[in-house]
């Protein structure tokens, strides 16, 4: 199957990619490093890698013949962006909601 | 999941009037976005709004009625994305209380799939890695114990 591009959301909510970003939190470690805490096949483990890789969370970098994975901030600031913007959306949502409400009140 | 974004506001309007702001589509249209909202259980409507590429989202939110209590409360589905067939999933919860005369009015936006640990990223520029680890273990208790490491 096509690798589809996840968002933030849907790559965090998969419990083996919040694992292996606890994992890289501690250090940055290779593939197979990172495989042999699952008991899923490398290749499964890969697969969840490379979502983590597209999606700005980790990146890869060849050192040698080893794959190596680091933390990366970009994936964690769009979750950040999204809450942000909803914090916002719903203050000024309910201000106007408030200002309607108010409206109705002295109009009568 | 952890409440993400609450609000509590009082309005001096009577429970009828609050709710006829929530329920009703035209009046919904006024205070927040276009829709096609139905207060009926289980009712799919969308609210639209402009589509905001930098944060991947098309536009439109994806809701259903999941609860609704006349006066009393309305719960739907909030899902988003960016326009591809795939979505993040919320819930929004509103809570409606008589008070003196008025009304008080809950808002609860919350169910963002593993976002509970958000705001634990602020500031996150020096040492985040550590405070990923912490919340990491805050949102999944077992990640140690499934470790074989």
Request: aromatic residues 12%.
């Amino acid at each position: 199957m096509e690798q589809q591009r996840l968002d933030a959301f849907q790559v965090i909510a998969d419990p083996s990619r919040r694992q292996i970003l606890f994992l890289l939190s501690k250090d940055s470690r290779t593939i197979n490093s990172l495989a042999e805490n699952f008991e899923m096949s490398r290749p499964a483990v890969s697969k969840h890698i490379k979502v983590l890789n597209n999606a700005g969370f980790i990146s890869i970098e060849d050192i040698g013949r080893e794959r190596h994975c680091v933390l990366k901030q970009d994936g964690f600031n769009q979750l950040h962006e999204w809450l942000a913007y909803y914090d916002n959306f719903w203050g000024s949502k309910l201000q106007k909601l408030g200002d309607l409400l108010k409206d109705r009140i002295e109009k009568k | 999941m952890a409440k993400i974004i609450k609000y509590d506001l009082f309005f001096p309007n009577p429970p009828e009037v609050v709710w006829e702001y929530l329920t009703d589509a035209d009046l919904i249209a006024l205070w927040l976005m276009k829709n096609n909202f139905k207060p009926i259980l289980g009712y799919e409507f969308q609210v639209t709004t402009k589509p905001m590429p930098d944060i991947q989202f098309d536009g439109i939110f994806y809701c259903k009625v999941l609860a609704i209590e006349p006066l009393k409360s309305l719960s739907y589905s909030w899902h988003f994305g960016p326009g591809d067939g795939t979505l993040n999933t919320s819930v929004v919860d509103w809570t409606l209380t008589p008070l003196n005369n008025g009304t008080q009015l809950e808002l609860i936006h919350r169910g963002f799939e593993g976002a509970s640990f958000i705001d634990l990223f602020t500031g996150m520029s020096t040492g985040w890695p550590k405070q990923i680890q912490k919340l990491l273990l805050t949102i999944n208790p077992e990640t140690d114990g499934t470790a074989k490491a």
